[in-house]
Nanobody
Framework: QVQLVESGGGLAQEGESLTLSCAAS????????LGWYRQAPGKERELVAT???????NYADSAKGRFTISRDDAGNTVYLQLNSLKPEDTAVYYC???????????????????????WGQGTQVTVSS
């Protein structure tokens, strides 16, 4: 299994900054894509930003110019720098990872390489005006 643990959420004033972190652990072979999503009360979960193993990034229009996604050299930790925060950024922010990992085979002895997709438990970001 692959576990994702987010940290760094909290309370901020409008215009301030926060940095979110997400660390992946487990029998990871490779993480191809890491991403951040968010879900505001009463709304569906939406993409914020993603970053690939090659460093290519993609941002939602609401995040462009204000948020920056990055990953560490090992590729298992992803960050989201939130600048110029607005009240409408208030949401639970979730980390997401897709890649391949080692899983115990049915015989209990072998290790099989399988694709995975995992979500973190989320971290709350609240922005007050």
């Amino acid at each position: 299994q692959v576990q994702l643990v987010e940290s760094g959420g909290g309370l901020a004033q409008e215009g301030e900054s926060l940095t979110l972190s997400c660390a992946a652990s487990g029998s990871i072979f490779r993480i191809n894509v890491l991403g951040w999503y968010r879900q505001a009360p009463g709304k569906e979960r939406e993409l914020v930003a993603t970053i690939t193993i090659g460093g290519a990034t993609n941002y939602a229009d609401s995040a462009k110019g204000r948020f920056t996604i990055s990953r560490d050299d090992a590729g298992n930790t992803v960050y989201l720098q939130l600048n110029s925060l607005k009240p409408e950024d208030t949401a639970v922010y979730y980390c997401n990872a897709h890649g391949s990992a080692w899983y115990r085979g049915e015989d209990g002895h072998t290790l099989d390489l399988k694709d995975f997709g995992s979500w973190g438990q989320g971290t709350q970001v609240t922005v007050s005006s």
